[in-house]
């Protein structure tokens, strides 16, 4: 008969109190017990105290192993009752039930000794639900990668007892095989990725940036597609996030990146290329566009091929017109970090907000100065906190930050300045973003407050407005062109829409000039998608004939290009005669071109290509954060292949879920729809 020492734990994995009512079984083995922290000769007869006495019947028992065991007594060696517990499957194992013993050996038998009880679970296989290692092993790699875990969490010591308990078949496996797992699922999806990119009827719209991790200080490139599917459902996949060693100069970037997109096999489905306004992008594009552009048309010549990050650009036109207040920032941003500097400072601020009652709650915000919204939300709220700035110049003899009254209001005017533009950075911002045609009135509203902005009457908002129009008319004097033809393809506006929003900025000799120039792009680009579109299913029935030379097939291509033209205007002129759909808050733009894919079915092309092109790469920002939450400090010799494979992995087994979860606590911008905007009203104070 088997006798146990090890303690037990309670269904909650608390350890057993020896002093409970409950009488706990086991066996004793070479060790020695203890009782009540004594310790008791094996070779003696244990002493029990007035609980272990007790008859078995009148006793707790909250161990779920106790439901295989009947219970019973015996006599020992010196004529003493011996509670003692016997296996209900195969009535043969006896163990002791004393409570200074515990359930380790018993729940060892039920487990992994019970012949009898092992063939019940196999008699009753609902009872005992198959366990697969493969799956098991599948399943912990995707929580690797989709919680960044390290890959040695499958070496530690309670994580293995945890599943041991949850399933006694399961094979414990190592670091190694783990990161085998990772990478043949990787492999798996990155060839269901190419496969369903090779089958998507659009084209395929890039973003892409480089990145260097503050832990390793090694480089990163980042490679995203943004798509319509064939079920008309917009996608966004990280394709690539490569190490990208030095130099990093115009000419290395584009030829890594045309190498990524050759190792896709999308050169011949490129659209647009979103990327920052860094001149080696410039240059970038540039070249790329000249590659691409020679190995498959791209769409209206390359012109729509570069697009630049609208995020990034909106915060190079807001940081120049901060420059002119630059000394009230550079000021209040000193008083902020004076204040934040030391626990003291700040406990004495917080009395001061209590004693100027102010309407003041949480506290200061120390911006990034290369980040204009963190400037914004740091004006913001210190001057909540105006009149316990004043009290505490007072009490602090050496801060001297203190703003004066012309001060504050500089700093009151350009919050109420700058509000509308933190708003659409927040929408251009957006994790999940929007189709196309919802960007072109952010722009036009952009453009409208710093045209208004030239007749403010205070002088300061009229210089910010001066600098920051002047890099606007730099960085976007054409962004109509994309955006408009975006506009053009929905349906509830169309063209009066950019006629109707021009009209508020220019005179009509230019609104017209500017009209026809879109819609020439306009029905350019569509007898493109007609083209590619014919040509396709042209080269599928040339495959199939052997090649001939005549000049009445030369003719007939010449009448039919003639043709195409006359029919592209008549088309397009249909499509934007016919009625506006009505405007409505579910309405789905995606879902109508769906539907009308066989009355405009070039149209419906041209939808899926202008409609997925991304205006900031906040897509890759995104990866970013996703390799920056993967290479810590604590994981700094993962090697760059592994960094790559867990992002590229996680993106696309989870999409931007795991980025939706971490900006929970953030406040969310809700969309707004461009004919909520009232561009004769805009706010500017």
């Known amino acids: ?356 009652g102010a309407n003041f709650k949480g506290s200061l915000i120390l911006d990034c100065p290369t980040c204009w919204n963190s400037t914004y939300l740091m004006l913001k709220k210190a001057f909540q906190a105006k009149p316990a700035f004043d009290i505490f110049a007072m009490r602090d003899s050496n801060f001297d930050f203190n703003l004066s009254l012309e001060e504050w209001k500089v700093v009151e005017f350009v919050c109420g300045f700058l509000e509308p533009f933190y708003n659409i950075t927040c929408l251009f911002s957006g994790c999940e973003y929007p189709t196309a045609n919802l960007y072109f009135n952010n722009i036009i509203a952009i453009e409208k407050l710093l045209l208004l902005g030239h007749e403010h009457e205070v002088k300061c908002i009229r210089d910010m407005s001066s600098v920051m129009m002047e890099n606007f008319e730099k960085y976007w004097s054409d962004y109509s062109l994309l955006l408009s033809i975006a506009v053009m393809l929905d349906p509830r506006y169309k063209l009066a829409l950019v006629r109707n929003n021009w009209s508020h900025l220019y005179v009509d000799a230019k609104v017209d000039a500017r009209i026809t120039k879109v819609k020439d792009a306009f029905i350019e680009l569509y007898k493109f998608c007609d083209s590619a579109a014919t040509s396709t299913s042209s080269n599928s029935v040339s495959s199939r004939v052997s090649p001939q030379f005549s000049m009445s097939a030369m003719w007939e291509t010449f009448e039919s290009n003639n043709a195409s033209g006359s029919d592209a205007l008549t088309v397009v002129d249909a499509y934007l005669n016919a009625p506006l759909v009505p405007r409505s808050p579910d309405f789905d733009i995606l879902k109508y071109w769906q539907s009308s894919s066989s009355t405009y079915p070039t149209l419906a092309r041209m939808a899926k290509d202008v409609l997925a092109v991304p205006i900031t790469s906040v897509a890759s920002e995104s990866s970013f954060s996703m390799g920056s939450r993967t290479l810590t400090k604590y994981r700094a010799l993962l090697l760059p292949k592994n960094v790559e494979a867990i992002v590229t992995t996680q993106n696309w087994l989870f999409g931007y879920s795991r980025e939706e979860e971490l900006n929970a606590d953030f406040e969310v911008v809700s969309e707004t729809y461009p004919d909520d905007i009232d561009y004769d009203s805009l706010p500017l104070v």
């Open 1 to 356: 008969m088997e006798e146990a020492y090890d303690r037990d734990f309670d269904p909650d994995g608390h350890p057993v109190n020896e002093d409970d009512d409950e009488v706990e079984i086991g066996t004793v083995g070479s060790r020695t017990p203890t009782v009540d922290g004594a310790t008791v000769d094996a070779s003696q007869p244990a002493r029990k105290n007035q609980r272990t006495q007790k008859a078995a019947t009148t006793v707790k028992r909250r161990s779920w192993v106790w439901e295989h065991f009947n219970f019973t007594t015996d006599v020992d060696e010196d004529g003493k009752e011996v509670p003692l517990a016997v296996c209900k499957w195969c009535n043969d194992t006896k163990y002791k039930a004393y409570s200074v013993y515990g359930t380790s050996n018993a729940t060892t038998h039920i487990q992994k000794k019970c012949v009898a009880y092992k063939k019940h679970l196999a008699d009753n296989p609902v009872l005992a639900p198959k366990f697969d290692q493969k799956t098991y092993c599948r399943m912990f790699a995707e929580a690797i990668m989709f919680h960044s875990y390290p890959f040695n969490i499958v070496e530690h010591v309670k994580l293995r007892e945890l599943h041991s308990y949850l399933n006694p078949n399961v094979i414990h496996i190592s670091r190694n095989t783990i990161l085998a797992y990772c990478w043949k699922e990787h492999d798996r999806l990155k060839l269901r990725m190419r496969d369903s990119l090779s089958q998507v009827s659009s084209r395929i719209c890039f973003t892409s940036d480089c990145w260097s991790s503050k832990v390793t200080s090694r480089g990163y490139l980042s490679l995203t597609a943004h798509y319509i599917d064939n079920n008309w459902i917009l996608r966004s996949h990280i394709l690539n996030f490569k190490h990208f060693p030095p130099p990093h100069k115009s000419q290395d970037i584009y030829r890594f990146v045309q190498e990524l997109i050759r190792d896709w096999n999308l050169e011949g489905k490129a659209f647009s290329m979103t990327c920052d306004n860094a001149s080696s992008m410039d240059v970038m594009v540039s070249c790329l566009k000249t590659d691409l552009h020679s190995r498959s048309a791209l769409p209206c010549g390359g012109s729509l091929l570069h697009v630049r990050c609208c995020a990034h650009m909106l915060n190079l036109i807001v940081q120049s017109g901060l420059s002119v207040v630059g000394e009230s920032v550079v000021k209040l941003r000193g008083a902020c970090r004076y204040i934040d500097g030391s626990d003291h400072r700040l406990t004495k601020f917080h009395e001061c907000v209590r004693a100027s």
